[in-house]
């Protein structure tokens, strides 16, 4: 998971949104059937940050977002969780 992450991210940088969406699914949902979810969540914040926002997608990108708080507050990482929403 970790390595389609960063093409995703690699991607997502070269303005390859498309591809990069493509990627991020793909880890997302690998990491959700292993049970992974640190790269579940990297995924998905990578598919929100790096491909809905540019692409002016801000629905998908604050639903991206809101899921990646849900793992957050699962896992108790207070540290992935958006300021000022985490309490800090």
Known sequence: ???LIILGNCAAETHSLIEAEAFFHRAANLSRLIG???AQ????H???????LPRGQFDLALAAEQEVWRIAQDEAWRSWRPFPLNGA
Not at 46 to 52: C, E, N, T
Request: aromatic share 12%; glycine share 18%.
């Open 1 to 3: 998971m970790d390595a």
């Open 46 to 52: 990578g598919l929100g940050q790096g491909v809905y």
């Open 36 to 38: 992974y979810p640190l």
């Open 41 to 44: 969540l990297r995924s998905l």
